[in-house]
């Protein structure tokens, strides 16, 4: 039953905006570590799955490798700027 009602859910929606929810979770989840090089190593390898995730399994591919490509440049000046 559960299985059946979670591919109901699932169909709806694509593998670039699961990515996106679990960037935005896992980024709100690091939040109370208050720690700025956490951030940025989330950010760093968020980047990276964006922009390896083979295009056809998203839909609107494009704005996904973009927003890709920003990541890896924010993620590095997140983590370099953050204080040891």
Excluded: C, W
Excluded at 37 to 57: A, D, K, M, Q, W
């Amino acid at each position: 039953m559960l299985p059946l009602f979670i591919d109901a859910i699932l169909v709806d929606y694509h593998l670039g905006q699961f990515l996106l929810l679990g960037f935005v979770l896992t980024t709100l989840g690091a939040l109370p570590l208050k720690s700025q090089r956490v951030i940025g190593v989330n950010t760093i390898l968020f980047g990276l799955i964006f922009v390896l995730t083979p295009i056809s399994l998203m839909e609107s591919a494009r704005a996904y490798l973009f927003l890709g490509l920003a990541l890896l440049v924010i993620g590095p000046m997140v983590y370099v700027t953050a204080r040891g």
